[in-house]
């Protein structure tokens, strides 16, 4: 038994981490009070930068830095500001990272939006929650013609997908899904480079 309240409210910290569950917490908050004090300060000061110096990207929900957003005019990403993108066209995908991995495995060259994870009624993640009133408003925009889901193809994902393509055909703009490669329950950002180009290139209109 851990007589440690700190100890105990590090281990529970440490469970909000996806994959980690309460033994997986315990071994890695017994590795930071056993390591260099240095580490464990260093870790301290990223974690507590996460709110004084990251800010997301106003259009497409991009992680940013602060600095740069102050930069910026329009408060937009490295990614939105490329040249040459096309701006009838939108990926939609569950989370910031897969952002990355769909820009270095194909040639797409549109525009991003970054749901909040996927609805999850149980998990009180409704629209609002993950983004989509936010995503309602930006395609008021006439000059949109197709919205690429990119969401994981686990339940989730699916409900999340559905909901989209409701609120996309309600304004005429045509909707695609991630074809061929993506196995069911399957996460993208798990996946690799040559899938995920597969499927997004053999993407359908549904």
Known sequence: ?????????????????????RKSAQR?????????????????????NIDS?????KICGLFMDIEEVEQQTNESCHVCERQNRDTSIICIVGSA????????????????????GNLSPIDGKGPAEIGLDRLDKRLTNKNIKELILATSSTIEGEATAHYIKNIASEKGINVSRLAFGLPI???????????????????KII
Request: hydrophobic share 35%; charged share 20%.
């Open 97 to 116: 990272s897969d952002v990355y991995v769909i820009d270095e495995s194909t040639s797409y060259n549109g525009y991003y939006f970054v749901l909040q």
């Open 53 to 57: 110096k990251i800010s997301k990207c």
């Open 185 to 203: 329950n399957g996460e993208i950002g798990f996946l690799d480079n040559e899938t995920i180009s597969h499927a997004f290139n053999e993407r």
């Open 28 to 48: 890695m908050a017994f590795e930071l009070l056993n390591s260099n004090p240095e580490k464990s300060l260093h870790l301290s000061k990223e974690l507590t």
């Open 1 to 21: 038994m851990i007589k440690s309240k700190y100890l105990e409210n590090l281990i529970d910290a440490l469970t909000i981490l996806p994959g980690i569950g």
